[in-house]
């Protein structure tokens, strides 16, 4: 059973920065898209950023430039770093993987594909 734990979820002022973390255990292959969605309260949860099995990146058009989703094999560990922080950034941060298609990514955030999650950490940024 694969099992994510997100990590470093804070109080930040708007421009600051924040590295979230994910640590996944219970792998049975690398085969997986991984990808980090958040959700602000009264608001569907959206796909902020995914990395497939071989490195390719995908970027909501929200974070895209500000925000870089990286993964440490060694260390079974998924981030996000986030700078420019803005207010609208504030959410509950998700990792979550999809192992449906090899290791690939859907092109756009295709949430039902991702049958692992997270617990979240709430990230929020004041004006």
């Known amino acids: 059973q694969v099992q994510l734990v997100e990590s470093g979820g804070d109080s930040v002022q708007a421009g600051g920065s924040l590295r979230l973390s994910c640590v996944v255990s219970?792998?049975?292959?690398?085969?997986?898209?991984m990808a980090w969605f958040r959700q602000a309260p009264g608001k569907p949860r959206e796909g902020v950023a995914q990395m497939a099995n071989h490195g390719t990146t995908t970027y909501s058009h929200a974070v895209k430039d500000r925000f870089t989703i990286s993964q440490d094999n060694v260390k079974s560990t998924l981030y996000l770093q986030m700078n420019s922080l803005k207010p609208e950034d504030t959410a509950t941060y998700y990792c979550?993987?999809?192992?449906?298609?090899?290791?690939?990514?859907?092109?756009?955030?295709?949430?039902?594909?991702?049958?692992?999650w997270g617990q979240g950490t709430p990230v929020t940024v004041s004006s």
């Open positions: 219970g792998y049975r292959s690398r085969s997986y898209c």
């Open positions: 979550a993987a999809d192992s449906s298609r090899g290791g690939f990514c859907a092109p756009a955030f295709d949430q039902g594909a991702f049958a692992y």
